[in-house]
Structure formats: structure tokens, C-alpha cells
């Protein structure tokens, strides 16, 4: 049974700052990625940020520069430091991971949290 459960969304004012958190929980032998999509109405799941195994990091040409993902591997969290709010990052955003759960390494499993909902007033 894993979960994932995402944190610290919220309203901030543009130019503003928020830090998304993403706890994962149950048997997990290895996290193979874990990354952050946001979706708004009208629009489709978007990737915004991955973090591999091995802690590279890739983003969405629209956050670059701006939004940074890290992650605590101890604590099987992820973390979206997102600065310089702009309102078009208004979005509920979703955590993901690529999990082996079951002991096979040869192929991992997607999870999904519930999302958590970022507003960025103008």
C-alpha cells in the first residue's frame, strides 16, 4: 500500500514563493523518479520537474530558473521550491513517482498524489 501525499499549497501573490512537499509511505524498495505535473482548468497534466535516482533534475521550460526540486531519500520526499509566482502557475499540482514496489527491479510502478492546489494572485 503506498501513498503519496503532497503539502504546502496554497494563495501567494505573484512574485511570491511556496515549497510543495511530497512524502511517500509504504513498502518501497527504490524510488526510481519522482516528479511534480501540474494541471489548470482546461489544460493538460503537465510535467513541471523530475529528480532521478541518482538526484538529476529536469524542468519544464516554463520554470526554469525559477522552481527547484530536491528530495530527502531518507524520508522518501520530494520538495518543489517555487519562486518568482507568476498567476499562470495557478494550478493543482500532483506528485508522481516511479516506485519498484513489489521486489522486481526490472520495472517500476507509477503512483499519484491527490494534488494540492496553487493559486498566484496578479
Known amino acids: 500500500q503506498v501513498q503519496l501525499v503532497e503539502s504546502g499549497g496554497g494563495l501567494v501573490q505573484a512574485g511570491g514563493s511556496l515549497r510543495l512537499s511530497c512524502a511517500a509511505s509504504g513498502i518501497i524498495f527504490r524510488i526510481n523518479a519522482m516528479s511534480w505535473y501540474r494541471q489548470a482548468p482546461g489544460n493538460q497534466r503537465d510535467l513541471v520537474a523530475t529528480?532521478?535516482?541518482?538526484?538529476?533534475?529536469n524542468y519544464a521550460d516554463s520554470v526554469k530558473g525559477r522552481f527547484t526540486i530536491s528530495r530527502d531519500n531518507a524520508e522518501n520526499t520530494v520538495y518543489l521550491q517555487m519562486n518568482s509566482l507568476k498567476p499562470e502557475d495557478t494550478a493543482i499540482y500532483y506528485c508522481n513517482a516511479d516506485l519498484i514496489t513489489t521486489g522486481d527491479y526490472r520495472r517500476g510502478y507509477d503512483y499519484w498524489g491527490q494534488g494540492t492546489q496553487v493559486t498566484v494572485s496578479s
Open positions: 529528480i532521478t535516482r541518482g538526484g538529476y533534475t
